[in-house]
C-alpha cells in the first residue's frame, strides 16, 4: 500500500527537519516504594526521564510532550518497551526521538511498577471500591512467574503511577526555562499502561496540560462520570486502537468517545486497521477524505490544529 502523507509542505512542527539532542537520567522527583498499607514506604527512589530537544541556535519556547512507556504496570522502560513473544510497537523513546525532530521538546518518564510496591499517595482519584479489569495485568504477571495481583496492588499501582506522571508535568513547568518549554502547550501521552496515566492526570487529576495522546489506553467509565465534567480549557485527546485490540481497551472507545462529546472534549479517534494491542508508529490509517497517512503523522496532525502550532511554524520558517 502506497502512503501518501496529509503534510504537503517542510515546516516546523509538521515536518522533521531537526537534528536532536538528549539528555539522560534527569531526576523530575522522587516515590515511595515497598509501600505497606499502614505503614507507609520502606523507602524512596527517583524518578528519571530523558530529554529529546531539537538542535536549533534560536533560544524559543516550544510544544513538549511527556510520554510515558507501556508493559501493563511491569514492564518496560523509558528507553524500549518491546517484548518478545508479543508484536513490535513503537517505544515511546522512538516517538520521542521522531517529534523532537519536528521540532518539540520531549520527555520520555520512568515510573513506579506493581512488583515495587509503590505507596499510593495522598491523591486518590480512584472511587472506593472501584472494579479494575486486571486481566491484561495477570496475563503479564504470569509470563513473569509472579502470582495474580490484587484489588489493593492494582489501586495501588495506578495511583502511584498517575501521580508520577503529574509529578513530570509539574517538573516540566517549573524547569520550562531549562528545557525552552511552552507551558500552554505541554502535551502527555503514552502507549497502553502508559496512555491510562496521561488520561487520568490530564482528566481526573486535572494535570495541567493542553493535550493528551492515548496508544492504545482508556479511562474508566466511573472515573470520567467521577472528574471528568464540562470546564474551561479541557485538554484536547486523541485515542488510537486497533482493530484486534484487547476488549478491555475495545470495550471502553464508545463510552470514552461519547463522555468526550458530551463534556466538549476536542477528540479524534483513530482505528489502526488490522492491529491488534501493539502497533508501529508507521502503520497506516485512513483520513477522511479516504487517503492514507501513518499514525505518527496523524497524531502531528493532531497535534498542529489542537495546540494553534500555525503562527510558531510561521514565526520560526
Do not use: W
Not at 510520554?67 to 520521542?96: D, I, Q, W
Not at 521522531?98 to 521540532?103: N, V
Not at 531549562?178 to 502507549?191: C, H, K, N, Q, T
Not at 485490540?245 to 463534556?263: T, W, Y
Amino acid at each position: 500500500m502506497n502512503v501518501e502523507s496529509v503534510q504537503q509542505t517542510a515546516a516546523p512542527y509538521l515536518s522533521k527537519i531537526y537534528d536532536v539532542s538528549l539528555t539522560e537520567d534527569v531526576t523530575y522527583g522522587i516515590g515511595g516504594v515497598g509501600y505497606v498499607a499502614g505503614c507507609g514506604s520502606a523507602r524512596y527512589r527517583d524518578l528519571k526521564l530523558d530529554v529529546y530537544q531539537p538542535v536549533d541556535d534560536r533560544n524559543e519556547a516550544r510544544p513538549a510532550l511527556i510520554l510515558a512507556f507501556g508493559g501493563a504496570f511491569h514492564r518496560g522502560s523509558k528507553g524500549v518497551e518491546v517484548f518478545e513473544g508479543e508484536n513490535p510497537s513503537t517505544a515511546m523513546a522512538e516517538y520521542c526521538r521522531e517529534f523532537a525532530r519536528r521540532g518539540y521538546v520531549c520527555f520520555s518518564i520512568d515510573y513506579r511498577l506493581m512488583q515495587e510496591a509503590p505507596d499510593p499517595g495522598v491523591t486518590p482519584f480512584l472511587l472506593p471500591g472501584q472494579p479494575q479489569n486486571r486481566d491484561r495485568i495477570d496475563f503479564v504477571r504470569s509470563i513473569l512467574g509472579m502470582p495474580p495481583s490484587t484489588f489493593e496492588m492494582m489501586n495501588d499501582t495506578l495511583e502511584a503511577a498517575t501521580d508520577d506522571m503529574t509529578k513530570a508535568v509539574n517538573f516540566v513547568r517549573s524547569q520550562s526555562g531549562r528545557f525552552g518549554v511552552d507551558v500552554s502547550r505541554i502535551v502527555i501521552g503514552g502507549f497502553s499502561a502508559g496512555a491510562a496515566l496521561a488520561l487520568n492526570s490530564g482528566f481526573a487529576e486535572h494535570a495541567p496540560v493542553a493535550a493528551v495522546i492515548a496508544l492504545s489506553g482508556r479511562i474508566a467509565g466511573m472515573t470520567m462520570q467521577a472528574h471528568l465534567k464540562p470546564r474551561a480549557n479541557l485538554p484536547a485527546a486523541l485515542v488510537s486502537y486497533g482493530d484486534n485490540d484487547l476488549p478491555v481497551i475495545l470495550g471502553g472507545i464508545e463510552e470514552m468517545h461519547a463522555h468526550f462529546d458530551k463534556v466538549g472534549v476536542a477528540n479524534r479517534f483513530i482505528r489502526v486497521p488490522n492491529a491488534n494491542h501493539f502497533y508501529l508508529r508507521s502503520a497506516v490509517a485512513a483520513v477522511a477524505d479516504g487517503r492514507t497517512t501513518t499514525l505518527e503523522d496523524l497524531i502531528a496532525d493532531f497535534l498542529y490544529d489542537e495546540l494553534a502550532l500555525a503562527s510558531l511554524a510561521e514565526a520560526a520558517a
